[in-house]
Structures are given as structure tokens and as C-alpha cells.
């Protein structure tokens, strides 16, 4: 994306700037699409897939782990094809073929690492978002570390044992849920496969 | 999934000495232990991680923009040379007045009134595409008031929330929702009483719409001053209406 520098870019996408991502849109996004409808794809696949790999990159940013050697556009370029041959990979349509990784990406363990944390993010999001609303609510406020009686009142309920008694009740329902989903048992496999240490996820 | 109870008094630091170093002590022999407290924590992060869901939100936005954009090109594109030719000196023309008149609408000012109707006919667009999926998480009353709503019955709607807000006095969804309806009875007063409720809440998914539409009664009541600093601080955020906030802070006489 030679309209940026680099630094440029990142502070940019750093602070979410509108303009910025409406010019990677024009600029990468076609390709993107071209790419992902010549392999088994339609345009839902290359909107969803160019989106992760832009919060990818942003994750990367905010964690100050991005390292671009060659261009913008070939870096976001070997991101999407890294994560449309995965999820080729998950749909079972890419079997017996190597992954072939792009040479502009030279963090693939790093990639795989921030892929796996972002996937396993998106579900136990899904899931939470499953939950009815008092439950999300619920959560968020004790993960928020509201004091236990502030949460009892803005609940409407009648004491606090209660409140931690539902804390708990939707809290073993969400994580029940994640843990039991078969995409968060293939992720664990893969963090495993890729590191033989326990996943720090 | 054996931990849970464990898990969550060590992560809430109610775990006394004995019970501290016993956890840790199995967290080195136990793989297990350790993938659910990796999740736990997890879950939490991921809770609080905002930022990743404004920036999805970002990017949704800039795409619809995008699409948008490229539909206008297609459309300015055809036929053979003086085809084109003449479409381009049509489409110049007309862009040319379409700039023209939108520098005009941008920099003319308008009336509180004019602004309030311009803006509240993007809320049903708001309305399904934001709202609406949530159905399935809420309360049935509550559900059934949002139903109401969204058929345009704003009494009915309004009673059904007052019901609710009887029981649950703090549900900032159902005042949120309230407030709307309100604004569609032309009851200003309590549209505002609904939204500032809203607003004191701590958290609430619905303050930044709150704040919104706010704005629009602080408009529509002609308390322009009150509008423009809500407006400014509205600009200022990282919130999805920072763009028309600007825009009507320009108009505002």
C-alpha cells in the first residue's frame, strides 16, 4: 500500500482510523475476493476472512508484535491465504495438501499462535453472546470487578448470595459450552501439535 | 470440567494459604487444571476485549462504505466509447451538482426540527440490523415490548416497559427502549428522563445510543446548547455516531 509508509499505517490502524480502513478496503480488498472465489470461496468467505486477517494484524499492532519486511499489501496478502487455506483445512475440502505459507511471512509460528488465540477468542465470544442478557450482564460486571453489592442492586436481585449463586450458574454454562464445542477441542489440538508445551492462550 | 468451583475462588483470590498453595501445586502435575484456568481466563479477557469488538465494528462500517462506493463505479461504467464519453461528461455534470448541492445541504444551516427528522429516520435502519438479532437473549416481557415497538405500537410498547421497569427497576435495556418510545409519542420529557437513566447506569450495552438519541430530544426540545456539548463529547468518542455528530454540529444554528 504505497500511499502509507509503514509507521504511518500501523499508528493509523493503532487508532482505528476510518479513512485508512476504507483505503485497504479499496485497495486489497478485490484481490482478496479474486483470490478466495478461485479457491472453492464465494464473496461471505472473502468478506468474513478479509476481516480476520485485518483483526489480526491489529491484534499483532496492539500487542506490538508486528513485523512488516516487505509491503503492506503482501503481508496482508499472505495473511488472508494463510487463513482461507486454514479454514480450507477446518471444511475438510483441503485434505493431503501442504499448507504452503507466504515468504513475506516470516513469524509462522508467531501467525499460527495469534490465529489460534483469535479463533478461540471469536468462539467463546459466540458463546457468550448465546447466553441471555442478564447473564452476559452479569458476567461482564464481575469481570469488570464491580463490588459484589452494586451488581446485587443494579440486578433488581434480593441478596448477594444469590447474585454469586447466578454468577456461577451462567459462568459453568459458558465455559461448559466452549469446552464442550468440537471447534475449541480441534484448536486445543492444533495449539498442541504446534507447541508440545500446555497452550497459553 | 472438574475445577470450576476452584478455578473461580482462586481467580476471585478467596483461596487461604493452605487451599493457594495446594491449587499450585496441581497446577504443575495437572494439564487439565491448567487448560481450564487457561480458559476461565480467557473468557474473561475476552469479555472485557472491546476493542476488538469496536474494531470488527469499524471494519463492517468501512466495507459497507466500500460496496457503497464500488456501486456507484459499476454504475458509471458502460457501453462503447462515446457511450462512455457521454457518461462521463453526464456523470461529471451530475457529480459536479451533486457535490454542489451537498456542499449546500453540509454548510446550510437547518432547523432543530429539520435535524431531528433527518436523523431519527436512520434509527429504524440502526434498529434491525443492531438490535434485533439480540431477541433471543432477552427477557420475554422484554422481548415482547421490543416486538411491539418495532410494529410501530409505541403505546402498547411503552406500557409493556413500564410493566417491566416495575420489576426490574435497573434494566437500562428496557428504559433504553422506553426512552425510544417516548420519542415516537412526541413525550420529549420523558424520553430524556429515560436515556440520562441509562446514561448514570455503569454499564449498559445501550449508552452509546442512549447518548444519541439524547441528543436528538436536547435538539428536537430546542435546548440547542445542551445538544452541541453532548454532540461535541459524542464527536469525540470512538463512538459509530462521531461522524454524524460532526455533521449536525455543523448544521446547528
Redesign the interface.
Known amino acids: 500500500m504505497n500511499k502509507y509508509e509503514i509507521p504511518e499505517l500501523i499508528d493509523a490502524l493503532k487508532k482505528?482510523d476510518?479513512r485508512v480502513?476504507?483505503d485497504?478496503?479499496?485497495i486489497h480488498?478485490p484481490e482478496a475476493r479474486h483470490y478466495i472465489m478461485a479457491n472453492s470461496g464465494n464473496v461471505f468467505d472473502a468478506?468474513d476472512i478479509?476481516?480476520d486477517a485485518?483483526?489480526l494484524i491489529?491484534?499483532k499492532i496492539?500487542r506490538n508484535s508486528l513485523q512488516i519486511n516487505s509491503g503492506f499489501g503482501s503481508y496482508l496478502g499472505g495473511i488472508i491465504r494463510f487463513l482461507w487455506l486454514k479454514e480450507l483445512e477446518r471444511k475438510r475440502k483441503y485434505f493431503g495438501k501442504e499448507l504452503q505459507l507466504e515468504d513475506s511471512i516470516n513469524d509462522h509460528s508467531d501467525l499460527l499462535e495469534d490465529y489460534i488465540r483469535m479463533e478461540?477468542?471469536k468462539l467463546?465470544?459466540e458463546h457468550?453472546?448465546?447466553?441471555?442478557?442478564?447473564c452476559?450482564?452479569l458476567?461482564?460486571?464481575f469481570?469488570?470487578e464491580?463490588p459484589v453489592d452494586?451488581i446485587t442492586?443494579?440486578?433488581?436481585f434480593s441478596t448477594d448470595q444469590y447474585t454469586r449463586n447466578r454468577r456461577?450458574v451462567c459462568?459453568?454454562r459458558?465455559?461448559?459450552a466452549?469446552?464442550e464445542n468440537p471447534r475449541f477441542k480441534e484448536l486445543?489440538n492444533e495449539a498442541f501439535r504446534q507447541d508440545t508445551k500446555?497452550?497459553?492462550? | 470440567m472438574k475445577h470450576l468451583d476452584r478455578i473461580q475462588k482462586y481467580l476471585d483470590g478467596k483461596m487461604n494459604e493452605s487451599e493457594l498453595k495446594k491449587f499450585r501445586s496441581d497446577l504443575q502435575k495437572d494439564p487439565e487444571l491448567v487448560e481450564e484456568l487457561d480458559l476461565h481466563r480467557s473468557v474473561n479477557e475476552t469479555v472485557l476485549s472491546t476493542d476488538e469488538i469496536r474494531f470488527r465494528k469499524k471494519l463492517e462500517e468501512a466495507y459497507k462504505t466500500y460496496k457503497i462506493d464500488g456501486h456507484k463505479e459499476n454504475t458509471s461504467v458502460s457501453g462503447n466509447r462515446t457511450k462512455l464519453k457521454r457518461t462521463i461528461v453526464f456523470s461529471s455534470a451530475l457529480m459536479i451538482t451533486l457535490l454542489f448541492l451537498f456542499i449546500l445541504s453540509e454548510f446550510r444551516k437547518q432547523s432543530n426540527d429539520e435535524i431531528f427528522e433527518a436523523n431519527l429516520i436512520s434509527f429504524s435502519q440502526d434498529f434491525t440490523s443492531r438490535f434485533q438479532p439480540e431477541f433471543a437473549n432477552q427477557d420475554q416481557d422484554l422481548q415482547e415490548g421490543i416486538k411491539l415497538f418495532v410494529d410501530g405500537k409505541y403505546s402498547d410498547a411503552s406500557r409493556v416497559f413500564h410493566q417491566f421497569l416495575g420489576q426490574n427497576p435497573d434494566n437500562t435495556e428496557a428504559s433504553f427502549y422506553n426512552g425510544l418510545c417516548m420519542v415516537f409519542l412526541n413525550e420529549f420529557g420523558n424520553a430524556i428522563s429515560a436515556f440520562e437513566f441509562v446514561l448514570a447506569a455503569p454499564y449498559s450495552y445501550y449508552q452509546e445510543y442512549a447518548s444519541w438519541y439524547l441528543a436528538l430530544c436536547y435538539i428536537k426540545t430546542n435546548n440547542t446548547e445542551v445538544a452541541k456539548s453532548l454532540l461535541k463529547e459524542i464527536s469525540g468518542n470512538d463512538s459509530s455516531f462521531s461522524d454524524k455528530a460532526r455533521r449536525i454540529l455543523r448544521k446547528l444554528r
Not at chain 1, 128 to 134: H, K, N
Not at chain 1, 198 to 201: A, E, G, L, S, T
Open positions: 482505528e476510518n480502513l476504507l485497504i478496503y479499496r480488498f468478506e478479509f476481516q485485518m483483526l491489529y491484534l496492539k478461540k477468542r467463546i465470544l457468550f453472546l448465546e447466553l441471555g442478557s442478564d452476559q450482564k458476567i461482564h460486571l469481570v469488570n464491580t452494586r442492586s443494579l440486578m433488581g456461577k459462568k459453568e459458558l465455559v461448559r466452549i469446552w486445543k500446555v497452550p497459553r492462550w
